[in-house]
């Protein structure tokens, strides 16, 4: 069974920078393609990025260029560098896991959330 763990999130201004951490079960980061997700308060549920086994990563058109994910497969741990927040980042962020095989892409359908998600706040 696939668990997860988020931590990391925390309350930032403008600007500032976090990094988010996604501790998974052995040979999980490895093996599968592994993605972030975020919800903010009414609003649906959308992709940030993904990370396929082999390295090859993608984001969100609209955090290109300011969040970066990576994963070490030794530590079993996804991450999520967050960068130049802005307060439409605020959100809970998830991480999630292709179990099916699917194309590994931001917000694939296949990337499944776990756990209970840590939550980001971005203030002015």
């Known amino acids: 069974q696939v668990q997860q763990v988020e931590s990391g999130g925390d309350s930032v201004q403008v600007g500032g920078s976090l990094r988010l951490s996604c501790a998974a079960s052995?040979?999980?980061?490895?093996?599968?393609?592994m993605g972030w997700f975020r919800q903010a308060p009414g609003k649906e549920r959308e992709g940030v990025a993904a990370?396929?086994?082999?390295?090859?990563?993608n984001v969100a058109n609209d955090v290109a260029g300011r969040f970066t994910v990576s994963k070490d497969n030794n530590k079993n741990a996804l991450y999520l560098q967050m960068n130049d927040l802005k307060l439409e980042d605020t959100a809970r962020y998830f991480c999630a896991v292709d179990e099916y095989g699917g194309t590994c892409r931001t917000g694939s359908q296949y990337l499944e959330p776990w756990g209970a998600g840590t939550v980001v706040t971005v203030t002015s």
């Open positions: 052995p040979y999980i980061v490895s093996q599968y393609c």
């Open positions: 990370i396929d086994r082999d390295g090859t990563a």
